[in-house]
């Protein structure tokens, strides 16, 4: 019988499964038990880091008896089936008390109906996100586990034990309870989709107008990332547009086919952000601006459809840079705070009392979308707590009074001169909606009831009302069904 002498235990040894094992490993106070289908893999893990001092387990009995109670596994697997067929097997060994992780990039809807059928037996499951890739596995991640306050008991010491750091503050909280974890990693991913669409679209409108090559760009990109804009995926933008390929001695930028890939997050995010009836334009237009660029044989019209019949080139380069530098900022401001609206309208749809301006401040370490003004989120949920549109903080105020004219000259001169910017249009438009003092759905509504008689409601007086549009074009007071 193997003895219960660890404290936390991992199943799923791929390169994020045994990264995060290392990382809990090194931190002290945890012994790790290591669990993984094929025995190859955690015979290896064990024989590459003897210092990690690892508990092997080549059955689901041992790696239950490996670990003290309540005996604490995380789940590092592919989503979906593959998970399910761990969680089926844990509920096997474990006991009441006990507690599951699930801490793969799963559907929330999932993890909400895991967690009621794991509770069922007395077993706590939490859907944990973890954002950060390989790196932030090993070295500190940022993490949203969600679960039972019963679960958080035991896990919130471990996982503050391995978790990046921030102001001196660990990257994790409680998110809230069942699936709420997985919902804000979601929301995460979506908002992460946003950013790298609108880091692509100013380089692609810096090299277009300016003639500037990949490394000049990445000078410009390194720039950035000393000022406001400071943020991983500026650093690591730099580092890509510097790369030259060993093979051809060409940028490797120029060498990599456009086609992006997409794990379906982002998708996630706007299917759910639909349901909810929240706007995310921003994160959809980068959704779909990776389903456009993985059509090639769509993109194959580049010769039959007509555009401008001259090239785009700035007088001023250096102007130019400072205006999409400021289009760039405005636009990553907006994908944020569509992204915690979503967050919000999902807490309020299932439950969760989600604390907004923590969740910006586990983002400021560990994770892909860290960025330094997630510290000015951080303070605007800290000052204002309800705040209805994270937008209209004043420190956000402030950066759009300062860029919105160079935002605006930018989109315009990007469709004048044909070059696709759908991020940043999207945005410009979401942010002049919010400014608008009344909107052209007024008409929309006069068309729904002509055709479906789905009624409206007047700006002059209480009730819901509907025009017989045929004859005399009759208003009468409907009975209101909202």
Same mark, same amino acid.
């Given at each position: 019988?193997?003895?219960?002498?660890?404290?936390?235990?991992?199943?799923?040894?791929?390169?994020?499964?045994?990264?995060?094992?290392?990382?809990?490993?090194?931190?002290?106070?945890?012994?790790?038990?290591?669990?993984?289908?094929?025995?190859?893999?955690?015979?290896?893990?064990?024989?590459?880091?003897?210092?990690?001092?690892?508990?092997?387990?080549?059955?689901?009995?041992?790696?239950?008896?490996?670990?003290?109670?309540?005996?604490?596994?995380?789940?590092?697997?592919?989503?979906?089936?593959?998970?399910?067929?761990?969680?089926?097997?844990?509920?096997?060994?474990?006991?009441?008390?006990?507690?599951?992780?699930?801490?793969?990039?799963?559907?929330?809807?999932?993890?909400?109906?895991?967690?009621?059928?794991?509770?069922?037996?007395?077993?706590?499951?939490?859907?944990?996100?973890?954002?950060?890739?390989?790196?932030?596995?090993?070295?500190?991640?940022?993490?949203?586990?969600?679960?039972?306050?019963?679960?958080?008991?035991?896990?919130?010491?471990?996982?503050?034990?391995?978790?990046?750091?921030?102001?001196?503050?660990?990257?994790?909280?409680?998110?809230?309870?069942?699936?709420?974890?997985?919902?804000?990693?979601?929301?995460?991913?979506?908002?992460?989709?946003?950013?790298?669409?609108?880091?692509?679209?100013?380089?692609?409108?810096?090299?277009?107008?300016?003639?500037?090559?990949?490394?000049?760009?990445? +000078?410009?990109? =390194?720039?950035?990332? #000393?000022?406001? !804009?400071?943020? /991983?995926?500026?650093? @690591?933008? &730099?580092?890509?547009?510097?790369?030259?390929?060993?093979?051809?001695?060409?940028?490797?930028?120029?060498?990599?086919?456009?086609?992006?890939?997409?794990?379906?997050?982002?998708?996630?995010?706007?299917?759910?952000?639909?349901?909810?009836?929240?706007?995310?334009?921003?994160?959809?237009?980068?959704?779909?601006?990776?389903?456009?660029?993985?059509?090639?044989?769509?993109?194959?019209?580049?010769?039959?459809?007509?555009?401008?019949?001259?090239?785009?080139?700035?007088? +001023?380069?250096? =102007?130019?840079?400072? #205006?999409?530098? !400021?289009?760039? /900022?405005?636009?990553? @401001?907006? &994908?944020?705070?569509?992204?915690?609206?979503?967050?919000?309208?999902?807490?309020?749809?299932?439950?969760?009392?989600?604390?907004?301006?923590?969740?910006?401040?586990?983002?400021?370490?560990?994770?892909?979308?860290?960025?330094?003004?997630?510290?000015?989120?951080?303070?605007?949920?800290?000052?204002?707590?309800?705040?209805?549109?994270?937008?209209?903080?004043?420190?956000?105020?402030?950066?759009?009074?300062?860029?919105?004219?160079?935002?605006?000259?930018?989109?315009?001169?990007?469709? =004048?001169?044909?070059?696709?910017?759908?991020?940043?249009?999207?945005?410009?438009?979401?942010?002049?909606?919010?400014?608008?003092?009344?909107?052209?759905?007024?008409?929309?509504?006069?068309?729904?009831?002509?055709?479906?008689?789905?009624?409206?409601?007047?700006?002059?007086?209480?009730?819901?009302?509907?025009?017989?549009?045929?004859?005399?074009?009759?208003?009468?007071?409907?009975?209101?069904?909202?």
């Amino acid at each position: 019988m193997t003895e219960a002498s660890a404290n936390i235990g991992v199943v799923g040894l791929a390169v994020m499964g045994s990264n995060l094992a290392r990382n809990l490993a090194s931190r002290e106070g945890n012994t790790v038990a290591v669990f993984n289908r094929s025995h190859d893999k955690t015979e290896h893990l064990v024989a590459e880091h003897p210092e990690a001092g690892f508990v092997p387990a080549f059955s689901y009995e041992e790696f239950a008896a490996a670990l003290q109670k309540p005996r604490t596994a995380v789940i590092m697997v592919k989503a979906g089936g593959p998970t399910d067929a761990v969680i089926d097997e844990l509920v096997r060994v474990f006991e009441p008390g006990d507690i599951i992780v699930d801490g793969g990039n799963s559907l929330f809807t999932d993890t909400i109906r895991r967690e009621k059928t794991v509770r069922a037996t007395g077993i706590n499951f939490v859907g944990m996100g973890v954002s950060g890739g390989e790196e932030g596995a090993l070295l500190g991640p940022s993490l949203m586990p969600g679960g039972s306050d019963e679960s958080w008991i035991t896990l919130g010491p471990i996982l503050r034990s391995i978790a990046a750091v921030a102001e001196g503050e660990p990257c994790v909280t409680h998110v809230g309870h069942d699936g709420a974890g997985h919902f804000v990693k979601m929301v995460h991913n979506g908002i992460e989709y946003a950013d790298m669409q609108l880091i692509a679209e100013a380089y692609d409108l810096i090299r277009r107008g300016t003639g500037k090559s990949p490394a000049e760009i990445a +000078d410009v990109f =390194a720039e950035w990332n #000393r000022g406001e !804009l400071e943020s /991983y995926l500026i650093e @690591i933008t &730099a580092e890509v547009l510097r790369q030259v390929d060993a093979a051809t001695g060409e940028p490797l930028v120029d060498v990599i086919l456009d086609q992006a890939g997409a794990k379906g997050t982002g998708a996630w995010t706007v299917q759910t952000a639909l349901d909810l009836g929240v706007p995310v334009s921003g994160i959809a237009e980068a959704t779909f601006a990776r389903s456009l660029s993985s059509h090639p044989e769509q993109r194959e019209t580049a010769g039959v459809l007509p555009g401008p019949s001259e090239g785009f080139t700035a007088e +001023d380069p250096e =102007a130019f840079i400072e #205006r999409v530098r !400021l289009a760039l /900022y405005a636009s990553k @401001i907006v &994908a944020y705070s569509q992204g915690f609206d979503e967050i919000r309208a999902g807490a309020a749809q299932y439950g969760w009392n989600i604390d907004l301006g923590k969740v910006a401040s586990i983002w400021r370490g560990g994770c892909i979308i860290r960025a330094r003004f997630l510290n000015r989120i951080t303070d605007a949920y800290a000052e204002t707590p309800d705040l209805p549109v994270l937008m209209t903080a004043p420190f956000f105020v402030d950066v759009f009074s300062r860029a919105q004219d160079a935002w605006r000259d930018v989109v315009s001169t990007a469709a =004048a001169a044909g070059i696709p910017s759908p991020a940043f249009s999207s945005s410009l438009a979401y942010y002049d909606g919010l400014r608008a003092t009344r909107l052209p759905a007024a008409l929309i509504q006069g068309q729904r009831d002509f055709f479906g008689a789905h009624t409206y409601r007047r700006v002059d007086k209480p009730g819901t009302f509907h025009t017989l549009w045929s004859g005399d074009r009759t208003e009468v007071e409907a009975e209101d069904t909202h």
